[in-house]
C-alpha cells in the first residue's frame, strides 16, 4: 500500500515538470533547427493568419535568434513585437521595439516600430493616476514620430487623434493629483499641478478649474493678493463661467472671515508665510 500511494505522488509531481518540458520544446518541433530563414518565417506568417499569435511570436524570436545575420531578421523582430501586441503582451512588445531600435536605428521599418510602441503604451493606460509616467512616454514617442517621420502613412493619426487624447489624458490625471493634494492640504504640491496645467495650451478643458484651485490653494496659505490674481484672471477670461462664479463666492467668504477673525491662521502652526512663499519658488 505505501509502495503504490508513493508511485502514485511521484506521478503527480512529474506529470506538471513533463508538461512544462514538452512546452519549452514546442516551438522546436515547429520549426526545426534546419529549416531555413524563409521557411520559418513563411511558417510564422501563416500562424499570424491563424490568429495563433503567441506561437508565431516563438517562431520569430528563433528566427532572428538563430539567423540573427540574415535580412529577415529585423523583419522577423517587427512581427514577434507585432504577435505580442496581438497577444496583448504590451511590455513584451515595448522591450521588443526597444530593441529592435538600437539594433535596427536606419531601418525602413523604424517609423511603424515607433507607432507599435505607442499602441502598446496607450493599451496600458487606465484610470489610475499612476499611469501618468506612461502617457508622458507616450507623448514622447509621439513627438519623436511627427519629428522623424512627418509625412509618414502614421503623422497624420498621431497628430491629430493619439497625441491630443494623451495631452488631455495627463491634464485631468494632473488634475486627480492636485485635488488629492489639496485635500490633503499638501498645497505646494498641488499648487505645482494645477501650475503644470496652466502652463500647457490655453485652450485646454481644464484651465478654468485650474484657476479655480490657485484661488483655494493661496487662500489656504494666506496669500490674497496672489489668489486675487488667478480670480482676476479667471473672471477676465471667462466671465460668465460657474468657475468665476464659484471663486467669487470662495475670496467673499474669506474676506468675511479675514475681516470677523483677523488673527485666523491659514497655516499649521509650524509654517510662517514667509516660508510658504519659499516653498512656491
Known amino acids: 500500500m505505501f509502495f503504490k500511494t508513493f508511485h502514485k505522488n511521484i506521478l503527480v509531481l512529474l506529470i506538471p515538470i513533463l508538461f512544462l518540458l514538452s512546452g519549452c520544446t514546442l516551438t522546436r518541433n515547429v520549426v526545426p533547427q534546419t529549416s531555413s530563414p524563409e521557411q520559418a518565417y513563411k511558417l510564422g506568417m501563416e500562424m499570424v493568419e491563424n490568429k495563433q499569435f503567441k506561437l508565431a511570436a516563438q517562431v520569430f524570436e ?18 514577434e513585437a507585432y504577435c505580442m501586441f496581438k497577444a496583448r503582451r504590451y511590455l513584451d512588445t515595448e522591450d521588443i521595439i526597444s530593441e529592435f531600435l538600437d539594433l535596427y536605428p536606419h531601418n525602413k521599418d523604424v517609423n511603424y516600430a515607433l507607432y507599435l510602441k505607442l499602441l502598446a503604451y496607450i493599451k496600458q493606460l487606465g484610470p489610475s493616476a499612476c499611469c501618468i509616467a506612461k502617457a508622458q512616454d507616450a507623448i514622447s514617442v509621439c513627438n519623436t514620430l511627427l519629428s522623424t517621420f512627418p509625412e509618414c502613412e502614421y503623422s497624420e493619426k498621431v497628430s491629430k487623434e493619439h497625441l491630443p487624447f494623451l495631452n488631455k489624458y495627463v491634464l485631468e490625471k494632473d488634475m486627480i493629483i492636485g485635488r488629492f493634494y489639496l485635500k490633503k492640504r499638501n498645497v505646494p504640491g498641488a499648487i505645482l499641478r494645477f501650475r503644470k496645467v496652466l502652463n500647457q495650451s490655453k485652450d485646454n478643458i481644464f484651465i478654468q478649474e485650474a484657476l479655480l484651485r490657485m484661488v483655494e490653494a493661496h487662500l489656504m496659505l494666506g496669500l490674497k493678493e496672489e489668489a486675487k490674481e488667478f480670480q482676476s484672471e479667471l473672471g477676465n477670461k471667462f466671465h460668465n463661467s460657474t468657475w468665476n462664479n464659484a471663486s467669487l463666492n470662495i475670496m ?30
Open 62 to 79: 528563433n528566427l532572428y535568434i538563430e539567423h540573427c545575420t540574415n535580412k529577415l531578421a529585423p523583419e522577423a523582430m517587427i512581427m
Open 252 to 281: 467673499q467668504k474669506y474676506l468675511k472671515n479675514s475681516s470677523k477673525n483677523p488673527q485666523k491662521k491659514y497655516l499649521s502652526k509650524n509654517k510662517t508665510k514667509s516660508s510658504s512663499k519659499k516653498q512656491l519658488k
